[in-house]
């Protein structure tokens, strides 16, 4: 079953914005990662936070972990065109992730130049 | 050194033949996967291998056989194709289990007619 729903869908911003994407999950975690999938490839890790975890960076990219609310949100600064892109978030359950990764729909962001 | 990659990249192919699509990661990594995309981008897994034997395998049509002849191969043979077996179909692989980041391949658009 599906785990995590991205919120937005879509989302379209002026290039030099921040975007907000946020991840709802169901279940307990024992981590919570994000990809990015361009138009016709594949996915391509961008960050994981675990669950003991509340805020993590890397670059442009900042992601929060609330899992009294199983919720992240992924905080890309200052877009680029190049940033437009879908992006996933997808969990690992607390079950040591043997059941692999559970991912959601996904939020297609576009950034306007 | 393309890190996880499958072949072909595109299949067309006719209802009820058999067909395999070829993957292969150079990581060292020990475990490997097969998602399968749908047309509106969900991403759901099929199956999980890890050092050659099957972790996960999800609930598919028995017309989907993975083979791993070792650790660092994962091939998907589908017999019987239909027209709903249309999708791309992502490998990916990570250290262990989910509690790493996946790499995934480019992806094999997979077109029944």
């Known amino acids: 079953s599906q785990q995590g729903e991205e919120d937005p869908q879509a989302l379209s911003i002026q290039e030099g914005e921040n975007a907000t994407m946020n991840c709802s999950y169901k279940?307990?975690?024992?981590?919570l990662q994000w990809y990015r999938q361009n138009s016709g490839r594949g996915l391509v890790h961008l960050i994981l936070i675990r669950s003991n975890e509340r805020e993590k960076h890397s670059g442009r990219l900042r992601v929060t972990l609330d899992t009294s609310k199983k919720s992240s949100s992924l905080l890309i600064t200052a877009s680029r065109a190049a940033d437009t892109a879908s992006y996933f978030c997808?969990?690992?359950?607390?079950?040591?992730?043997?059941?692999?990764?559970?991912f959601g729909k996904g939020t297609h962001l576009i950034i306007q130049p | 050194d393309t890190a996880v990659s499958q072949t072909p990249k595109y299949l067309v192919t006719q209802m009820g033949n058999d067909k395999s699509i070829k993957c292969e990661q150079n990581?060292?990594?020990?475990?490997m996967y097969w998602y399968k995309q749908d047309s509106k981008k969900f991403l759901k897994i099929m199956f999980s291998y890890n050092n050659k034997e099957l972790i996960i395998n999800e609930t598919v049509p028995n017309r989907f056989s993975p083979k791993s002849p070792d650790k660092a191969h994962l091939n998907l043979h589908i017999n019987s194709l239909e027209l709903g077996d249309s999708a791309v179909y992502f490998c990916?692989?990570?250290?262990?289990?989910?509690?790493?980041?996946?790499?995934f391949g480019s992806g094999t658009r997979l077109t029944v007619v």
């Open positions: 997808a969990t690992a359950s607390s079950g040591g992730g043997a059941d692999g990764l559970t």
């Open positions: 990581l060292g990594h020990d475990t």
């Open positions: 279940t307990s975690i024992n981590n």
């Open positions: 990916a692989s990570s250290r262990g289990s989910a509690n790493y980041g996946y790499t």
